[in-house]
């Protein structure tokens, strides 16, 4: 009889596989810890550790179950692999996040020319397509490829 496996392989745990991933507890509440007090936290260490599985499977996990001290537990989670072309990848993954209105904006050339053009943009895009009592984690892989 063969038994199956909850470990991925190679891959990082993604988020559905987040009933099988058990995150090292101090190392998911520094995060929700710092996450709490800043607007901006990097997570940074050698490859292969586990940092895109903690933030893929672990971490979203823990938010929408309410564990970010003083946030709403409804989050929207952009994660995004900047290929090698950083603009690129972060129009595909808004228009893979937030798919199907009618905007102008929602097309992906006139989003990433928006973009390119209007510093306010992405902010002002999130506020349009975002429900009002949600908050959204950018989550940017691969920085050192």
Not at 95 to 123: I, N, Q
Request: hydrophobic fraction near 45%; include cysteine; charged fraction near 25%.
């Amino acid at each position: 009889m063969i038994t199956p496996s909850f470990f991925p392989g190679k891959r990082p745990y993604r988020r559905e596989d987040s009933v099988f991933f058990f995150p090292v507890p101090s190392q998911l509440s520094g995060l929700l810890d710092r996450l709490a007090l800043h607007q901006c936290v990097f997570l940074v260490g050698p490859e292969g550790i586990g940092k895109t599985s903690l933030m893929e499977a672990g971490l979203p996990d823990a938010m929408e179950q309410g564990l970010l001290f003083g946030a709403t537990p409804m989050w929207t989670f952009l994660s995004l692999d900047l290929m090698a072309n950083p603009l690129d990848g972060l129009v595909d993954a808004l228009m893979r996040t937030f798919p199907g209105s009618e905007h102008r904006l929602d097309t992906k050339d006139g989003l990433k020319s928006t973009l390119l053009h209007d510093r306010m943009a992405l902010r002002d895009h999130l506020l349009r397509v975002m429900p009002r009592d949600h908050n959204i984690l950018i989550m940017i892989d691969d920085l050192d490829k």
